[in-house]
């Protein structure tokens, strides 16, 4: 069967298409930026289309030509795309596709996402649900429970980052909230066996391990399996973490946001024996998941730089904002010695001025809307080297100041960098 699958690039998805290619599908990956995916997935025949602007039936119909089965594994979980994402894109797909002669259409959609849950993202999850039902098309909806893997995203990239938190484990409220997780290898076999199978036709299904956990026992599990000693919780009363989700939601890809924690209050325990009977296979657990695969140096790099990626973001922000205010308002005197070391007329010194804090503003402005960190910190780079050799060649004495105020923009250069690595989360 040629398989398409929308959110290719994703942590789901490139499991999906992985499993889907050793059970012997022809797979067509949708991804919003190639990337370097057509290198990594040389197998794969990889389409470019930004979901949020691809609502009209006319955008699919000649994608889907030769297309017998469509996986939907894409999503956000906040933003202004999320209703074009999980509603009218798929709608318009659903209309390609039946145009196309697509024989079945697997959702992927989350088992938090329910009626009762009042976030726009469980509504905009419902309504797209429902809109395949009323498609006309062969439906099976998967509602997963938290999805781990070898890697992480998401939600087991937070719990990886509490996790590996040093002296306590923060705790929302009492931790008791229930997860069924399962592996990512695991719901991608489930993809393999509905994808083209009349049995699963209009069903909908909770893939889930075979355990139930609280959050707690998935802190202290993840905690203990990272090597990071006996697990310390702090607890952290829900107002505090309402608020805490509430500056995420403002800063817009922090690790905390309300819709995050809202889903994770509403429970994500599901019927193990039910989907395990349902699927003829039952997933393995956590446990021996962990037990399986130890972790390693970079598991705990990752772990540890959780949180510490979006403070290196606010701290360039913060640089950059600071160095604007004191450019405008306190470096009369300095500027005018470079001015005069370069040997350019004294007016120069105002419009440098101005304009290197007008810089520094544009620059904090980019760091903190570039949610994958290149050119933010290309340009970042480029500014600091050009500060510094400027300031060297018209002062070069500076850097005999004992503060070292040019020398400090070298461990500066090396966090830009840093935050360059691992500012993308994808």
Partial sequence: MRVMVLGAGGFIGRHV????????????????????L???????RFEQVDLADATDAQDWRALLQGVDCVVNAAGVLRGRQMEAIHVAMPTALYDGAIRAGVRQIILISAISARDDVYTDYARSKCAGEEALRASGLAWTILRPSLVYGDGSYGGTSLIRGMAGLPFVTPLPGDGRFAFTP???????QGVVRVCGNPVFYDRTLEPVGPNTYSLRDLLGRYRAWLGFGRTRFLAIPMPLMRGL?????????GPIATNSLVQLVAGNAGDSAAYAKAIGRRPRSLDDALLARPAQVQDRWHARLFFLAPAIKAMLVLLWLVSAWLGLFHAQEETQRVVAGLGMPQGAALPLRVGSSLADIAVAALVVLDRRARWSTMIQIALVVAYTFTISLAT????????GPLFKNLPILLLIATHGAIGDRR
Avoid: K
Wanted: aromatic fraction near 4%; charge should be negative; proline fraction near 8%.
């Fill in 17 to 36: 298409m992985v499993a889907l290619l050793a059970a012997g599908h022809d797979v067509v990956g949708v991804v919003r930026t190639m990337a370097d």
């Fill in 38 to 44: 057509p290198a990594a997935f040389p197998q794969i």
């Fill in 182 to 188: 399962i592996h990512v290898r695991d719901l991608a």
């Fill in 245 to 253: 989700g509430r500056l995420g939601d403002v800063a817009g890809d």
């Fill in 396 to 403: 070069p004495l500076v850097w005999l100041d004992p503060l």
